[in-house]
Antibody, heavy 121, light 108 residues
Framework: QVQLQESGPGLVKPSETLSLTCTVS??????????WSWIRQRPGKGLEWIGY???????YYNPSLKSRVIISVDMSKNQFSLKLSSVTAADTAVYYC?????????????WGQGTLVTVSS | DIQMTQSPSSLSASMGDRVTISCRAS??????LNWYQHKPGRAPKLLIY???TLHGGVPSRFSGSGSGTDFTLTISSLQPEDFATYYC??????????FGQGTKLEIK
């Protein structure tokens, strides 16, 4: 049973870069079967897909965030990461990592429990 | 982007009740519709994919139906562990795959 766990700072200052890591256990990230995604939930809002990365390093981002997002993968550590630049209070959210698959189905069959990131000075 | 609208936004029910949650898409999405259960502080769980296919390990009291723009999640007999927030999500065409705003199921 694959498990995902988010980690990173819980507080980020405005205009700085939010950085989170998702550690995958119980399965390899180096697989053709899945994409690895980031999703967030801002207070009082629904879930918002941020983007995904495939093992090859190819990425796809939500157009609404594309200019500020970078998702990367570290096969040696079985991790993938999110960087969101120039953050504002509107980026305060619970951030989830999730596995999408198989075959880019758009179905998220495993999730981390989420990590709250607050943007504040 | 395709907009997903759930109703109701909250629902009070009792143990053993039959409960139905609706989800409507702003355009036809065939059967590319998934349902998730989310409890506070926990990882969301996939319940149903492709509108009506139960994900592995999900109890049979959960069922999904619909196609096109209108979909339903039904819980046939509520159990204590079912009180949670439920989200629908479309996976039609290419990303961004969008979610409904959620339905919070509470104990009456």
């Amino acid at each position: 049973q694959v498990q995902l766990q988010e980690s990173g700072p819980g507080l980020v200052k405005p205009s700085e870069t939010l950085s989170l890591t998702c550690t995958v256990s119980g399965g390899s990230i180096n697989t053709d079967d899945y994409n690895w995604s980031w999703i967030r939930q801002r207070p009082g809002k629904g879930l918002e897909w941020i983007g995904y990365i495939f093992k090859s390093g190819s990425t796809y981002y939500n157009p609404s965030l594309k200019s500020r997002v970078i998702i990367s993968v570290d096969m040696s550590k079985n991790q993938f990461s999110l960087k969101l630049s120039s953050v504002t209070a509107a980026d305060t959210a619970v951030y989830y990592c999730a596995r999408e698959g198989p075959g880019g189905s758009g179905t998220y069959d495993s999730w981390g429990q989420g990590t709250l990131v607050t943007v504040s000075s | 982007d395709i907009q997903m609208t759930q109703s109701p936004s909250s629902l009070s029910a009792s143990m053993g009740d039959r409960v139905t949650i609706s989800c409507r898409a702003s355009q036809s999405i065939s059967n590319y519709l998934n349902w998730y259960q989310h409890k506070p502080g926990r990882a969301p769980k996939l319940l149903i994919y492709a509108a009506s296919t139960l994900h592995g390990g999900v109890p049979s009291r959960f069922s999904g139906s619909g196609s096109g723009t209108d979909f339903t999640l039904t819980i046939s007999s509520l159990q204590p562990e079912d009180f949670a927030t439920y989200y629908c999500q479309q996976s039609y065409s290419s990303p961004p795959y969008t979610f409904g705003q959620g339905t919070k199921l509470e104990i009456k």
